[in-house]
């Protein structure tokens, strides 16, 4: 062999054995690189795997809201309509004492409405004492023949009590029938007008007629004449039972009517009856409902008219007690001069003398008529000779509202009486029409409109104004067309009015006239109501009750809402997924932006029904009273979040939130191991409470044990993937004997369900 061939051949051996250990280098490297690689990721997240101890405390799941503070209680100032402001002294906002003046007002209008409230209570004495003797029916008859198969009520029972109790007096069949429904064995042989027998409790049978049938349902009619409502029934076919069932009434008709004492039942059971017959006999029955509304009507009038004595006392508005102002619904009118010329002026005799019959202790207010004035300087009523109504009259109709019942008349005025009619005509109000009032005015004796009279009804459109011929006791007719109703009613979302805003029931009338006391709807006003010209009512609901009441009274309207006592009360808005959870009762945690240092217990005291959509998301306002606020320096109107507690578990285990996982419907923990993984166990565990923090265990762990978990969710993704990229080429995964998933598993924990 030459020299040129050994070396060719040791440099082949060479390239083989380097080749080699490469070979075997990257052998190794694929081998050890992903046991290396999983170590030290198994490190790493041993390193920030965290660890709690399970132990016992106290836990509580809240619901937060924010809102302002206010007065806890609000004073409801009155004005009867029609009276005319002359100068308004307070404003929103503004601090009063008891007795300081908070508007004037004109002396004659004053006047004119007592004479107009007077002249309505004559008249309604009058109705009172033709409707006093009438009374409900004092017998309860059937409009129907039949027979008796229910009796509810016995000598000496309240028809209301009874008819609250069982649904009814007494039920009528009218038909002749029974009939029992029931499910039937066997539909074989069987038909519409196939008849059976059915077998009652007392041993009796009687014969029945397929009505109704399926193979669910069969329904069998038979004879009313004997057959006990509610008593149970055996029907069969040819000796085999098909089933057993209740016996009703096939077509009932309850008894609702009368209100009083039974004094007599004039039937029986199972009687036959006629049309007409007499059922009931009753004792003390109640007054006509005509006569309770006359009723309730004067007590309006007495409360406006004792509200405008007190007023004609001063020529003025007073505070009854010291607060702050929180509305003011009135403004000044400017001239009255109107209201002089119109109607003449009363002497103030009249009204001195209407006040001493009403401190005399009488139950009902005294009418007095108006003494004309002599040589004391003021202006005489006219007599005998026909005064001229002219100008703008402005007559008071409550604009349409969603479900609201329509104005049905137009109170009188000085020198006019009017009658309304509706288009479309209905009981109420629907939602998304459009409305028009026909309004015919009549002048009294002894006035007429001139040709050159108007009208005006705020919120509303006049069309075809006509005035008859110029003679006493002639007609101004028009026509009031308002906006559409809303399509959805939310008394909740509808705007107060802004202090010293005026409306149709804040100016005066040209002739002096006040709404009827029967309207409803008015949206004029805040509102309140009382037997003075002051009522009470909770801050919190005081918007709202406002409104309802002075849309029943539009004879008094709030001209001034005055905030007493401390800024204790809180209204927050909270969203609709959490306002289930809100009851009356539950405690809160109350912070005041302008005291951050301070907390203020309060109590939840009114969960409103009524919600406010915005963007998508409703909200509905809860009312937050605060029991120690007193002399913090809280004002009404201050920013406030209420933290209210919904439900709180003492003395119960807990753990971080971080440290449950989920799986599925799975909750499980990782126990801490000895390892230098530091993991253990997975544990599936049931949890309680979770306040975002922390959450109550209730099954599956024991007080002193550790878990282990990681703050954030788990490693991340890429490094999973590594992991299982190196276990690919070979590597081995790790077993359940090294503590299976790492802590977090990909999953964070999150509130509890």
């Not at 390239?15 to 070979?23: E, F, K, N, P, R």
């Not at 836990?59 to 029609?82: F, M, Q, W, Y």
């Not at 349409?400 to 509706?422: H, K, L, R």
Request: proline letters at 3%; hydrophobic letters at 35%; glycine letters at 12%.
């Amino acid at each position: 062999m030459s020299t040129k061939e050994k070396k060719k051949r040791m440099t082949k051996k060479k390239w083989i054995t380097v080749a080699a250990v490469v070979a075997a280098g990257i052998l190794l490297a694929v081998f050890l690189l992903p046991q290396f690689l999983f170590r030290a990721n198994m490190q790493s997240a041993a390193a920030a795997t965290r660890t709690a101890t399970v132990e016992k405390g106290t836990i509580e799941t809240t619901v937060v809201g924010s809102g302002n503070l206010a007065a806890g209680d609000t004073l409801n100032v009155k004005l009867p309509s029609g009276v005319t402001v002359e100068s308004v002294l307070a404003e929103a906002g503004d601090t009063v004492a008891e007795g300081d003046t908070l508007a004037t007002l004109n002396a004659a209008s004053l006047q004119n409405a007592i004479v107009s409230v007077q002249d309505e209570l004559t008249s309604l004495d009058s109705e009172i004492d033709d409707a006093k003797d009438d009374t409900e029916s004092d017998t309860i008859t059937s409009s129907v023949g039949g027979r008796v198969k229910q009796l509810f009520a016995s000598e000496g029972d309240n028809t209301n009590s009874i008819i609250d109790e069982n649904g009814s007096l007494a039920v009528i069949s009218i038909d002749g029938k029974m009939k029992v429904t029931f499910t039937p064995s066997s539909t074989d042989g069987l038909g519409l007008g196939t008849e059976v027998s059915v077998a009652l409790p007392d041993g009796s049978t009687e014969t029945g007629t397929v009505s109704a049938l399926s193979a669910e349902s069969c329904t069998v009619t038979l004879t009313d004449n004997g057959p006990a409502c509610g008593s149970s029934a055996a029907i069969s076919s040819g000796g085999t039972e098909l089933g057993t069932g209740t016996l009703e009434i096939n077509t009932p008709i309850a008894i609702l009517g009368g209100t009083g004492t039974i004094e007599s039942v004039d039937v029986s059971l199972n009687e036959s009856i006629n049309s007409g017959d007499a059922l009931f006999t009753l004792t003390e029955a109640a007054v006509s409902r005509e006569y309770e509304a006359l009723l309730t009507e004067r007590a309006e009038y007495e409360e406006a008219l004792r509200t405008l004595l007190k007023y004609a006392e001063s020529n003025s508005i007073t505070a009854e007690s010291a607060g702050t102002i929180g509305e003011v619904s009135v403004s000044a009118s400017g001239d009255s001069s109107s209201q002089t010329d119109s109607s003449g002026t009363q002497s103030a005799a009249s009204a001195a003398r209407a006040v001493s019959a009403l401190s005399g202790g009488e139950d009902s207010i005294q009418l007095l008529s108006a003494v004309p004035a002599g040589t004391d300087g003021m202006i005489p009523t006219d007599t005998g000779t026909v005064t001229e109504l002219t100008g703008v009259t402005e007559v008071f109709i409550n604009n349409p509202v969603t479900g609201n019942t329509p104005q049905s008349t137009i109170m009188p005025g000085n020198g006019y009486t009017g009658t309304i009619s509706w288009e479309p005509a209905g009981t109420k109000f629907e939602a998304g029409m459009a409305y028009a009032a026909n309004v015919t005015l009549t002048a009294a004796s002894g006035y007429h409109f001139a040709s050159d009279a108007a009208v005006n009804v705020t919120g509303a459109v006049i069309e075809n104004l006509t005035v008859s011929t110029e003679s006493e006791g002639n007609t101004l007719s028009f026509r009031a067309v308002f906006a559409a109703t809303d399509t959805a009613q939310n008394t909740q979302q509808q705007e107060q009015p802004s202090a010293g805003s005026e409306s149709a029931a804040q100016r005066s009338t040209a002739n002096g006239s006040m709404p009827s006391s029967s309207s409803s709807g008015s949206a004029s006003y805040s509102a309140g109501s009382g037997s003075s010209a002051v009522s009470t009512a909770s801050s919190a609901d005081s918007s709202a009750d406002s409104s309802a009441s002075d849309s029943e009274d539009s004879l008094l309207q709030t001209a001034f809402t005055i905030q007493i006592g401390d800024a204790n009360s809180l209204t927050v808005s909270v969203d609709e997924l959490d306002i289930l959870t809100i009851a009356q009762g539950q405690e809160a945690t109350v912070v005041l932006d302008a005291l951050p240092d301070n907390s203020f217990h309060g109590t939840v005291t009114k969960v409103s029904t009524s919600g406010t959509a915005q963007s998508g998301v409703t909200t509905y306002p809860v009312t937050i009273m605060l029991d120690d606020i007193s002399g913090s320096g809280a004002l009404a109107g201050m920013n406030a979040t209420a933290t209210i507690s919904i439900a709180t578990s003492e003395d119960v285990l807990l753990i971080p939130l971080d440290a449950l996982q989920e799986m599925g419907s799975e909750q499980f923990v990782y126990i801490a191991g000895d390892g230098e993984e530091g993991l253990g166990e997975r544990r599936v565990v049931e949890t309680g409470l979770s306040d975002g923090t922390n959450v109550e265990i209730t099954s599956g762990l024991s007080e002193g044990e550790q878990v282990a978990y990681t703050e954030s969710s788990s490693s991340s993704e890429s490094e999973q993937m590594m992991m299982q990229g190196m276990g690919g080429m070979g590597g081995t995964p790790p077993d359940d004997s090294m503590g299976g998933t790492l802590p977090g598993g990909g999953m964070g924990g999150g509130p509890m369900g």
